[in-house]
């Protein structure tokens, strides 16, 4: 069975202090893992792909294949970060997605 | 770019009733999919088309649930009769044809069931 676990239901950390969203993953097979976020009043929104490797708002997350986790992590952390935070994944070649049951992160000016 | 649509925002019935949600996908996106998120929880997949067909039903609860997308652009989804365990937001979501294309999400309509 697929499935994304997010051990923490809270996060809070002050500006300008690093940040790690831990996400792990079990499956069998190639997923695909995403990172989702969901700023407050605004509707849910891809932040970032593990295929595309790149940074957005200062986030990134490597895949780790050994550990099969998918930490989003950012070294300095802003106000703005302020969301819930959805790890998911699809299925290798489909392309619906699996959740996590999320991490609400507050930064502490 | 219209992002995907949803309405009613927010309904509260009482339980054994029914409810009715109607999504519109952003214009060209063939999937469409239709997630239930209880609070405290990850959206979880009810439902994926793909055009007018079902891909993926498998956590429908196909007893009270269902869904329908007869012309392959809005899609409708349907409560009868309404359970309390029915209370979440609804979430709508399309995407392009192809596996690996980026899901976008609408705002959902929340539900209340008392």
């Known amino acids: 069975a697929q499935r994304v676990t997010q051990p923490e239901k809270l996060l809070s950390v002050f500006k300008g202090a690093p940040v790690e969203l831990k996400c792990n993953y079990s499956y069998s097979g190639s997923p695909e893992l995403f990172w989702y976020v969901q700023y407050s009043r605004q509707r849910l929104q891809l932040l970032l792909r593990?295929?595309s490797r790149e940074s957005i708002k200062g986030f990134t997350a490597d895949l780790n294949k050994g550990e099969t986790s998918f930490h989003l992590k950012k070294p300095f952390a802003q106000e703005e970060d302020s969301a819930m935070y959805y790890c998911?994944?699809?299925?290798?070649?489909?392309?619906?997605?699996?959740f996590g049951t999320g991490t609400r992160l507050t930064v502490i000016p | 770019e219209a992002g995907v649509a949803q309405s009613p925002r927010y309904k509260i019935i009482e339980k054994r009733q029914s409810v009715a949600f109607w999504c519109n996908p952003i214009?060209?996106?063939?999937?469409l999919y239709w997630y239930q998120q209880i609070l405290g929880q990850g959206p979880k997949l009810l439902i994926q088309f793909q055009n007018n067909g079902v891909v993926d039903d498998s956590q429908l609860p196909k007893d009270r649930f269902s869904a329908e997308r007869l012309k392959g652009v809005d899609s409708t989804l349907k409560i009868q009769p309404a359970k309390l365990e029915d209370s979440a937001v609804y979430l709508c979501a399309s995407s392009l044809l192809n596996s690996g294309n980026t899901i976008y999400f609408g705002e959902g309509s929340w539900l209340t069931v008392v």
């Open positions: 998911a994944s699809t299925p290798g070649g489909a392309n619906n997605l699996f």
């Open positions: 214009s060209g996106h063939a999937t």
């Open positions: 593990h295929i």
